[in-house]
């Protein structure tokens, strides 16, 4: 749904958002990357990126690392995304070559303004605070696709095609 960077971005900022603890708890680039299993060298480009935008404060050398600038509260996910993504300004209709808003709306133009609204609150309202309050009071933590205990594979109801085909054939006799 969003490009590369904002997802990154996302994932950085709610693992900060995660060890919030006023300004103790500083992560490096690696231990972000290694936590949310990213690429170390893109993240620390997308931290450096948070940093001069205002969002997170580095340092370097022993007990350095990287913390949010703001309290967990205070950080809209909608920043965070307006960083790395472009606003949309296209009047382009999905449907065709015409242009959204002139003439009758395209069978899609309902549905479509629906999810961007949709979108659009969801990122206004979530801050990085729910993703702290989730990890430190909740202790919910992401569970990885190769975590995922794989279900026992149980007998089937059905018959086998061997005895399938016997019973056929004894069904002839």
Do not use: W
Request: glycine share 10%; hydrophobic share 35%; net charge positive.
């Amino acid at each position: 749904m969003y490009g590369k960077a904002t997802e990154t971005a996302i994932a950085a900022m709610t693992r900060l958002a995660e060890v919030y603890d006023g300004e103790e708890t500083r992560l490096s680039a690696i231990d972000i990357a290694d936590n949310r299993r990213l690429a170390r060298p893109f993240v620390g480009k997308i931290l450096t990126t948070l940093s001069q935008a205002g969002f997170v404060i580095g340092s370097r050398g022993p007990g350095g690392g990287f913390r949010l600038s703001r309290h967990p509260r205070e950080i809209r996910v909608f920043e965070i995304f307006t960083l790395f993504e472009r606003e949309n300004l296209s009047n382009e209709c999905p449907f065709g070559a015409g242009t959204c808003g002139m003439g009758n709306p395209c069978p899609m133009h309902d549905k479509l303004v629906k999810v961007r609204e949709e979108v659009d609150r969801v990122l206004h309202g979530t801050t990085l605070e729910e993703f702290r309050v989730a990890y430190q009071v909740h202790g919910l933590r992401p569970i990885y696709p190769d975590e995922l205990k794989k279900p026992e594979k149980r007998k089937s109801f059905r018959a086998t095609k061997s005895s399938g085909s016997q019973g056929r054939k004894n069904a002839k006799r």
